[in-house]
C-alpha cells in the first residue's frame, strides 16, 4: 500500500483494518483495545474541529504531553488537518516550552494534564499567536479533548470535503513536524521534518524489518523524540499492526509480561538494568529469567538513541534475545542504519537502510543523503547551510565501513577531546567500555587541556553493596577503600588494551546516577556532558589536585 502522504495511512487502515485492535493502553489497572475504526473516528473528529476553528495547512500545532493514546490520535488530527505538530519533551520548564511555541509560532495547542496546562498558562501572555488550548484531561478554563472531539462531530457535515482536500493536496515536501533539538548547548534548533521524510523513513524500515499481521510492538520511548515516533507510532500505522502502551519507564518488565509484544525499540539503559538484575543468577537461570522478561511472542527487540555496549549486546545474544542495534540522527528522521537477524554485527549500528546513502569524509566524519534527510532548521538558514557539504548532510558523528557495508561510530566530531600534549581522543569510545563492565553503572571521562584523564564514575551501588555485603547508603560509601579499589580494578581491566594515554589515573565516585530530573541526561538518554562537566567542577578540580581516588 502506497500513500503520498501520512494523513493518508489511518483512513486507509481504517477502511482495511476495521474493528481489529490498533491501539492498546492502560486505565484503572486494565488494558484496552481501541479499533482502526475508532482510531480514525476521533483522529478526523478533532482534525474536523481544527479546521472549523481556523487552523490552516501548514499552521504549526502544539502537542505538550506524555505519551498516552490521545497524544498518537492527536498527531494524526494535526496532520489530517494539513498542519505541522510542535511536540517539546513533556519534562521542559515552562520557559523552554514557551522558546519552542515561540519560535515554532504555534497557533493551537494540546495539553495533557493540568500540570502541563500550568506551564503553558504560565506562558501564555507571552504567545500572541496562539489562539486555543485543549487538555486532554479535564482542567478548568480549557475545553477538553472529547468535547473538542464533539465540537468536530458537529462541524464534520461542513469542512468534511475541506479535510479530504486537505488530505488529497498535501505533497511529500510538505511539512509534518518541527522536532526540537535536545539543545545540550544553546538553544534548541527545529528539525524539520517533511512528509516523505517520514514515510520514507518508515517504509525502508518495515522493508527491511517487515511486520507479520498479528505482531504487537510495544513502545514507551517519548513521542516526542523522532526515535519512537517513526519506529513505534508510524511503523505501527503504515505496518498495520497494533501498538500497546506501557504505563512509564518504571512498569515496562509489568508491561511486557501483560502485552507479551513481538517488537520492542529501546534505549541502552533498559538493558544494562535488566542485564544488572540478572546479573547475580547463574548463567542458565539468568538465561531463563532474561527470555522470560521479554516473553515468548518476542522476535525484535532494537536499540537506538545511544551506543549499546558491546558487553550487553553479547550477554544478550548469548541468553538467546539478541539486541540489534540501530543508528540516526533527528536530521534523518531518524533511522540511518540497523543491525537484523539476517544480518547482525554487535558493535555496528548495520547496514544502511534502503535508499540511504553514506560516505565517510576524510576527517572521518560520515556524511549520508536520501529521502530520509530533513528540509532544513526552522528559521535557520545559515545552520541549514552549515549542516550540508556538496549536497549530503553532515552528521557529526565519526565513522568506518566494513567491506559488507556495516556502519561502526567511533565517536563525535565535536566531543573529540584533547589532551594538553596535544593527543586526541574520543571519550565516548572509553565511556563505552567502562560501563560494560559489571560494577560501573555510569561514566564520564574528563581531562580537556590536562595531562592525563579523570573520570566521574556512578558505580552499580545495588549490585556493589550486596557484592561487599554493606549496608550503608551509597552517599556514605562514595571514599570507602573496598568500591574505590573495586572501580580503579574495573577501569584497569576495561581499558587494559589502550595506550597510556588512555588509561583513567583518577576518578570520583558519585552517589546518584545522571538522569533526566537532574538535566544531566537528555529525553533520549544521552548525557549532557556540558552540564555534567559545569555541575561537578569543583570536584573535577580537586581530582587534578590530587584530593581524591
Known amino acids: ?30 488494558y484496552h483495545d481501541l479499533s482502526w475504526n475508532t482510531y480514525h473516528r476521533l483522529a478526523e473528529r478533532l482534525a474536523a474541529a481544527l479546521v472549523a476553528s481556523g487552523v490552516q495547512p501548514g ?83 480549557l475545553p477538553s479533548w472529547h468535547g473538542f472531539a464533539e465540537e468536530g462531530r458537529r462541524a464534520l457535515p461542513e469542512v468534511r470535503a475541506e479535510l479530504l482536500r486537505r488530505r488529497e493536496s498535501l505533497t511529500g515536501d510538505d511539512l509534518a513536524a518541527v522536532i526540537y533539538t535536545s539543545g545540550t548547548t544553546g538553544n534548541p534548533k527545529g528539525v524539520m521534518l517533511t512528509h516523505a521524510n517520514l514515510l520514507s523513513n518508515t517504509v525502508s524500515g518495515l522493508v527491511r524489518k517487515p511486520h507479520d499481521p498479528d505482531d504487537v510492538i510495544l513502545s514507551w520511548l517519548p513521542y516526542t523524540h523522532i526515535y519512537a515516533r517513526t519506529v513505534d507510532h508510524y511503523a505501527a500505522l503504515v505496518g498495520g499492526v497494533a501498538l500497546a502502551l506501557a504505563v512509564s519507564a518504571e512498569t515496562l518488565v509489568e508491561n511486557l509480561a501483560e502485552t507479551q509484544p513481538t517488537h520492542m525499540a529501546s534505549v541502552p539503559r533498559f538493558y544494562e538494568k535488566i542485564l544488572a538484575a540478572i546479573a547475580p543468577l547463574p548463567f542458565e537461570d539468568g538465561a531463563r529469567r532474561l527470555r522470560a522478561i521479554f516473553g515468548s511472542r518476542r522476535k525484535w527487540l532494537s536499540s537506538g538513541g545511544a551506543a549499546l555496549p558491546v558487553g550487553v549486546a553479547e550477554a544478550f545474544a548469548e541468553r538467546g534475545a539478541p539486541i540489534y542495534q540501530g543508528y540516526g540522527l533527528p536530521e534523518t528522521s531518524p533511522v540511518i542504519s540497523f543491525n537484523t537477524p539476517e544480518a547482525n554485527r554487535i558493535g555496528s549500528v548495520g547496514q544502511a537502510l534502503p535508499d ?70 574520543a571519550p565516548t569510545n572509553l565511556e563505552g567500555l567502562l560501563i560494560q563492565r559489571p560494577w560501573i553503572d555510569q561514566a564520564v571521562i574528563v581531562g580537556e587541556g590536562r595531562n592525563f584523564l579523570s573520570a566521574l564514575i556512578v558505580p552499580a551501588w545495588t549490585a556493589i553493596r550486596q557484592h561487599l555485603n554493606l549496608s550503608d547508603e551509597p552517599a556514605r560509601l562514595t571514599e570507602h577503600p573496598a568500591v574505590c579499589e573495586l572501580i580503579r580494578s574495573e577501569c584497569a581491566t576495561a581499558l587494559c588494551e589502550l595506550s597510556p594515554m588512555e588509561q583513567v589515573r583518577r576518578f570520583a565516585l558519585l552517589p546518584t546516577p545522571f538522569s533526566v530530573e537532574s538535566d544531566e541526561m537528555t529525553v533520549s538518554l544521552k548525557l549532557r556532558r556540558q552540564v555534567i562537566l559545569e555541575r561537578h567542577a569543583e570536584r573535577i578540580e580537586r581530582l587534578y589536585r590530587g584530593e581524591e581516588a
Open 1 to 30: 500500500m502506497e500513500f503520498a502522504n501520512l494523513a493518508q495511512v489511518l483512513p486507509a487502515q481504517a477502511r482495511r483494518l476495521g474493528d481489529a485492535t490498533a491501539l492498546r493502553f492502560k486505565r484503572l489497572g486494565l
Open 59 to 141: 499552521d504549526r500545532v502544539g502537542l505538550l504531553a506524555e505519551n498516552r493514546y490521545e497524544w498518537l490520535i492527536t498527531d494524526m488530527a494535526i496532520l489530517m488537518a494539513g498542519g505541522v505538530t510542535v511536540s517539546p519533551h513533556a519534562p521542559l520548564t515552562a520557559r523552554q516550552v514557551h522558546y519552542q511555541f515561540d519560535h515554532a509560532e504555534v497557533v493551537w495547542a494540546f495539553v495533557s494534564d493540568r500540570e502541563q496546562a500550568a506551564k503553558l498558562a504560565s506562558v501564555r501572555d507571552e504567545l500572541p499567536r496562539l489562539r486555543g488550548v485543549v487538555s486532554f484531561d479535564t482542567v478548568a478554563g
Open 356 to 425: 540511504v546513502e553514506l560516505r565517510i569524509a576524510e576527517d572521518g566524519e560520515l556524511l549520508t543523503r536520501g529521502p530520509h534527510v530533513m528540509k532544513g532548521y526552522w528559521k535557520e538558514p545559515e545552520a541549514t547551510a552549515a549542516a550540508f557539504r556538496d549536497g549530503w548532510f553532515c552528521t557529526g558523528d565519526l565513522a568506518h565501513l566494513d567491506p559488507e557495508g556495516f556502519l561502526f561510530i567511533t565517536g563525535r566530531k565535536k566531543d573529540m577531546m584533547a589532551l594538553s600534549n596535544g593527543k586526541k581522543l
